[in-house]
């Protein structure tokens, strides 16, 4: 059971250098999630998407983008790195809340430690 | 938009009970998520509260007063692995997390 799969586990990057986090699920979810955790914080949503398609921005989109070609696949691209973006990126996903049974609650990744230095 | 309160830190004994608050202000609601963390870990889901009342899960149970916008997640018999971030987060179309309650368990 892969679940939702984050790569690279760790990457550090130069000011101005570009880089994607890649984020895979195997689970058919439709909806999708970028967040980022600053140390001793909680997460803040970045970029989320409700299905192949379909993208839209969270609380602290500016300097990432992102793209939904496919169910299982949601890249979060850096184009400019900055040092304010060094965090711990998680992606999560998630399936419609249905029923009594369904919560809809979120499977996370482990996590994408990025230093830009 | 969402607003989410939390208590930054918990100190508590093994073997006692510990409540942890959460209070809200949110233009939509669709849910309320505990989620634990431990350090250098993802979160994982602990509850979920749609109605008002009480989930019980073992030693975990979450609260929900939607009229109140407060909820509470209570941990009984507490173990020195309950040593944690425990994160509370509302749902509407999206999920917001708040700032998390990190729990230290003395012995």
């Known amino acids: 059971n892969a679940g939702v799969t984050q790569t690279p586990k760790f990457r550090i990057l130069k000011i101005g250098q570009s880089m994607t986090l890649q984020c895979t699920q195997d689970m058919n979810h439709n909806y999708m999630y970028w967040y980022r955790q600053d140390p001793g914080m909680g997460l803040k949503l970045i970029y989320y998407?409700?299905?192949?398609?379909?993208?839209d921005k969270g609380e602290v989109p500016n300097g990432y983008n992102v793209s939904r070609s496919t169910t299982e696949d949601f890249p979060l691209r850096l184009e400019l790195a900055a040092p304010s973006q060094t965090s711990v990126y998680f992606c999560?996903?998630?399936?419609?809340?249905?029923?009594?049974?369904?919560?809809?609650?979120?499977?996370f990744g482990e996590g994408s430690r990025l230093t830009v230095l | 938009g969402q607003n989410i309160d939390q208590p930054t830190e918990m100190t508590a004994t093994e073997g006692a009970i510990v409540q942890i608050n959460c209070t809200y202000q949110t233009s939509g609601f669709n849910g309320l998520f505990w989620y634990q963390q431990h350090a250098g870990e993802a979160p994982t889901f602990l509850s979920y509260n749609v109605l008002d009342g009480l989930e019980e899960k073992g030693r975990f149970s979450s609260f929900l007063s939607r009229s109140k916008g407060y909820s509470y997640l209570l941990l009984k018999e507490l173990q020195m692995k309950d040593s944690a971030s425990y994160l509370c987060?509302?749902?509407?179309?999206?999920?917001?997390f708040g700032t998390g309650t990190r729990l230290t368990i003395i012995p």
């Open positions: 999560a996903s998630s399936s419609p809340r249905q029923g009594a049974t369904n919560t809809g609650e979120l499977f």
């Open positions: 987060a509302v749902r509407d179309e999206k999920l917001t």
């Open positions: 998407s409700v299905g192949a398609g379909i993208t």
